[in-house]
């Protein structure tokens, strides 16, 4: 036999050892340690005159919590730090606030009313697909009863700074009915408006009634992203816009990474984010 033969055989069997040990840390990485290093990420969206109040009010956009048997409540408070950070005038939450189970309800939306708390407009929220699949009466109930109302096809006005600003609260997608027309219908002409959708793929229908900004969650960013490849898998109503900004239709939509985890628990190279929206810059 050549000698060349053993020498090749151990060095694909280091080869294979080096793998199996970087693929291992790799993985432990992923699930352990990413999830838990959020970060706040800035967003700057431009507004007409006709809505020069809204300059430098500042949004911060929670969502994709996830509650439940793979990320735990008490990960929140790094949350709170975030959302307290960035001295937001109100707070929108995304959806998908829970995971598994409603028996989480009541300590997500403890956890979700202490960052209402630190707005002065306080927050306003709407449904995500695990919320519609874990009582959704419980969770609105819930957060309802925490001062968060829920925005299913509806949509509210705001007093802030001198101005109006409405929130256009579009009904989760895949297992409710959302209604982009019949929300729309209840602002007036031309009032300044932010949708907000857990779903991010059907932002065409909501560009049509030409709001400043759409904010969704629902894709996790993608939740494992490779080099060079991108988002190893998304969701369904999540896999045309993943992730960060895109102008649909010239209405921009922000995509946000989101909090939790949820199958597989892990992240890789998709950090979980507070998302801070300012208008006409900072």
Not at 126 to 152: F, K, Q, T, Y
Request: with cysteine; glycine share 10%; charged share 15%.
């Amino acid at each position: 036999m050549s000698p060349i033969w053993p020498l090749a055989r151990q060095a694909l069997t280091a080869t294979v050892g080096i793998g199996a040990v970087v693929g291992a840390g790799v993985a432990t990485y992923a699930h352990l340690v990413a999830p838990y290093q959020p970060r706040l990420v800035p967003m700057r969206v431009p507004v007409p005159d006709s809505a020069s109040h809204l300059r430098r009010l500042r949004i911060a956009f929670v969502t994709d919590t996830h509650i439940g048997p793979s990320f735990d409540v008490e990960r929140l408070a790094a949350i709170h730090a975030l959302v307290r950070e960035a001295q937001p005038h109100l707070v929108l939450f995304g959806g998908d606030y829970v995971s598994e189970s409603p028996r989480f309800i009541g300590r997500a939306v403890e956890r979700l009313a202490g960052m209402a708390a630190l707005a002065p407009h306080g927050a306003c929220a709407v449904l995500g697909n695990h919320d519609m699949s874990c009582i959704p009466a419980r969770v609105e109930g819930a957060l309802a009863d925490a001062g968060i109302p829920v925005l299913r096809n509806r949509a509210v006005g705001l007093h802030v700074q001198g101005g109006p600003l409405w929130i256009a609260g579009i009904e989760e997608a895949l297992l409710g009915r959302p209604d982009p027309r019949a929300t729309f219908n209840q602002i007036p002409a031309n009032a300044p408006t932010l949708a907000l959708w857990h779903e991010p793929d059907f932002a065409e229908s909501v560009a049509r009634f030409r709001p400043l900004l759409q904010l969704s969650g629902h894709s996790h960013g993608g939740q494992v992203r490779l080099p060079l490849v991108g988002a190893v898998a998304t969701p369904v109503a999540g896999k045309r816009y993943v992730r960060g900004l895109y102008d649909v239709a010239g209405m921009p939509l922000y995509v946000s990474s989101g909090i939790g985890v949820y199958r597989p628990p892990a992240r890789l190279l998709c950090p979980p984010e507070v998302t801070l929206v300012t208008f006409g810059g900072g």
